[in-house]
């Protein structure tokens, strides 16, 4: 029991004292999360409304897609990266193996679908809501998507803040492509799990804390969204 508080006391120290190694990796897990989930929104929005606007043949099967790669194993994500982008691979050029970039890259594939595929299904019923009364406004497609867009905003940050969940706690793709460098590419989760099978369980468990902590944050900020749009009617 001593020992355990001993680790404790050692890890609220680390938080405690701005150790800078350890503020470094905070640091990096969220510029490269906050990157990949910004650029995940641009890509995944027009997709979402896209769908939601829109009825076309295989449509069913496009959404199917989006569903079923929200569980898309991280690891094959990464082995598929890492044969891509590896100096023997079709496009190894480029050179963004074990960098930050790629570690960006692997975590928009993981977050593109939760985003398309949540947003999706509260833009259409949106959609379906006030459809007849932008036909009769005389809204073209453009205006209606923007619309729609723009009505459920405050509903999408949920789908959001759920990619951002997701690109938070990852580590299978992000430890193949990223080859977690210190001082480069070590992130959150890849240095816990490196910390805690090297036994310096000062470290995990200080970095555990700061991923809880980020955690309840994100729930809080979804908790707080959601009440703020049921007083405005988005429900």
Known sequence: MSEFSEVLNSSARLIFTLDSDFFEIITLSLSISITALVISTLISLPIAVFLA????YG??????MFNSFMGLPPVLVGLFLYVLFSNSGPLGFIEILYTPK????????????????LSQQVLEEMYLEYKELLLSLGANSKEMMATILWDSRYLLVTSILAGLGRSMSEVGAIIIVGGNIAHFTRVMTTSIALETSRGNLELAIALGIILI?????????VFTVKKFAKKLSYD
């Open 213 to 221: 902590i980020i955690s309840i944050l994100i729930n809080l900020l």
């Open 53 to 56: 606007t829109n009825f076309f």
């Open 102 to 117: 790629i570690m960006i890259l692997a975590q928009i594939i993981l977050i593109v679908p939760i985003i398309v595929s």
């Open 59 to 64: 449509k069913s099967v496009v959404i199917l």
